[in-house]
């Protein structure tokens, strides 16, 4: 058996570290904890814990049954907590859902109409892909946490100052 | 460290020297810079200079500028050396952000074609690594071995490991496989608790290539190399590009652009300072579930005490050093 004991975090037991400025500001360094977020999060809220010009990661709290998404192009989630549900639905015209240029997850206006695609079942540790032109949903039966690689868009939530350190932290 | 490639006539001499009758190792010059080692140490000169490092703390830092191509922006393989990458031209410097050698007027540069500098580098870490050294390596690790003492073999296989770059996903039909005991990728020893499953994949028919998923943390608790960021999701130019971490990472890393790490497992501590008079600035300590951005005037170095799991998230667009230099692109990610 392994002599070592991995320790990854949860939504019940998180312990973030934080910055210790020498001569900086800590906010340059833009600091937060998915499960912090998440803690604070209402299910499904997609709030953003990175950026990178327009390019966006969220954290998601996954509980109960999400509303559908669609994107324009690839996007990624990666349970970070609990065990998350996924379905995939192929539009039949996803054009008419979300432009093609589009960026970001867009919501799909109640039932999406097309073929089902399949369905993935993510543990913590296990990454999705979500395809353009389909629409997903998420489910979980207890609270998870997932990551979620993307762009900014219509359903990205920004509250930086909420989340972030702002005060220097004196680190052990 | 963002002045544009265009500062110096680009060099053209580049020279392997036979192998030392003393110690065995071959001598190598890159326009005027000179590399030699000996049994315990690398000895870099140019013009108006010299400098030593120790073999280990050298190679291990060479073999990640090689594997990762001179990466994003400014690889310091301590204060005084390093390489800054252009994309398609390197600069090779000594001095040029140490801030006393820069006020004293000893700092040097010059300006290689990438892969006419990494063809002499790719020959020097082949020689410079004897049997049974792995500079890839955490030294704790059982297949560490030492790089001390005269020339004594080498590890072919162990310097020539291709850096795994996913085209979408790890996993998916024709990309990057995931790793498993039987194609040579056992669990590393500080990561063999973490589960193995393959999360639940049901597609339809017709499906199979789209509905698709893999298990990234037993993936990265497989790694063999440390400090060795790989591509395993892709988003236009934003890349996901986890790694696992021991020991210290070794190069001090000046990216041209912002920078964001999750801890995906256990903690790493961060040393950040000025990118260009390597002053001190902030101490990060960054636990699971942590997520922090480096910004883009800045370079940094982690130290892991246990193998952890970090999630390096790049964005590669060509356009984003110019748009920090013009403005355009912020230095700090995000203001609030
Ligand atoms: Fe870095």
Redesign the pocket.
Known sequence: MSDYTTVYGSLNDFTPGGVDPINDDPKNYVFSNVFDVASRSQPYERVAVGKNLEYALEVVRAEGESPWYTAAHDEFALCMDGQVEIHLVKLDDPDAVVAPDSEGAHLVDGMPEGRKMGRIVLNRGHQALLPPGAAYRFSAESPGVLLMQTIFGPCTVERWAEICQSEPMKLD | MNEMANSGTLQSHFKINPASNETGYKAYEAGSFKFKRDEYFVEIAWPNGTHRMAADDFMRALMRDVAWGFFYGTIAFDEVFGTTNHYGIVDMFAGTYHEVYKAAGRDHLEQFRAEELLKLMKDMVEDWTNEGYDPFAAPGEAGAGVPWGRKNGDNHDAVNRIRVTAERMVGLPGDAVIRTDDNGYPKNRMLADVAEDQPLVEAEPGFEKEVAAFNLYDYLSRSDVTWNPSVCSVVKESLFCPTSEEFSLPVE?G?DRC?WFVQLSDHIAWDVKDRDTGRPRAKLVMRAGDVAC?PADIR?RGYSPKRSMLL?WENASPRVPEMIQKGEAPVVAVQF
């Open positions: 890393h990216n920078e480096m940094h390096v």
